[in-house]
């Protein structure tokens, strides 16, 4: 019974080479998703500090923005509500 099993000790090439890859994997670099999530997190990050710096520079060097003049009939109704009688009335 014992001489059946002669190859019982050897590995199949097939497995292997499965095991040679294991091994390999770990010393071949970055994984390329990483690679590109870091590329488009950086980007992101880029963009959004942009807009920030932006943002503070336009607060700080434009004007305030004018309002929109108020309508005759709206500063008439707004005179009428206070009680105050408009002119010509």
Known sequence: MADDFDFADKVPPS????GNVIKD???KGFNPGL????????LLLTFLIGNYVLYSYAQKTL?????KPVSKKKMKK????QGVSAPGE
Request: charged fraction near 35%; hydrophobic fraction near 40%.
């Open 78 to 81: 707004e005179r009428l509500k």
């Open 35 to 42: 690679i590109v999530l870091l590329v488009v997190g950086g």
């Open 63 to 67: 004007p305030p923005r004018k309002k």
């Open 25 to 27: 994997s770990g010393s």
């Open 15 to 18: 497995f292997d080479r499965v």
